[in-house]
């Protein structure tokens, strides 16, 4: 059974940082990414990731601010945010692939339940 599993959400006020962990089991991913989704909105790319991590893309919104990163023997991926912006509030999942990094919900086969991340001016 395949399954994502996301860790690391929280409450933090502008200009702080929290990290998120994706836990994969079941299979491994070509790609893997980020996603966000704020009430209202529709899903939005935020950053993804290649099996080896040689290739990454950044959505332009959190470019300069985030960073994802991979460890392969772990079959795990972390997204490091910083300084963080009330409009960065959302629910955050993780996404894979097993042939291509998913940049678009479309390109996600996989889903993980999503964790909370709430950011106050």
């Known amino acids: 059974q395949v399954q994502l599993v996301e860790s690391g959400g929280g409450l933090v006020q502008a200009g702080g940082s929290l990290r998120l962990s994706c836990a994969a089991s079941g299979r491994t991913f070509a790609g893997m990414g980020w996603f966000r989704q704020a009430p209202g909105k529709e899903r939005e790319f935020v950053a993804a990731i290649s099996w080896s991590g040689a290739s990454t893309l950044y959505g332009d919104s959190v470019k300069g601010r985030f960073t994802i990163s991979r460890d392969t023997a772990e079959n795990t991926m972390v997204l490091q945010m910083n300084r963080l912006k009330p409009e960065d509030t959302a629910v955050y999942y993780c996404?894979?692939?097993?042939?291509?990094?998913?940049?678009?919900?479309?390109?996600?086969?996989?889903w993980g339940q999503g964790t909370q991340v709430t950011v106050s001016s």
């Open positions: 996404a894979g692939n097993p042939r291509k990094l998913p940049t678009a919900v479309a390109a996600a086969d996989y």
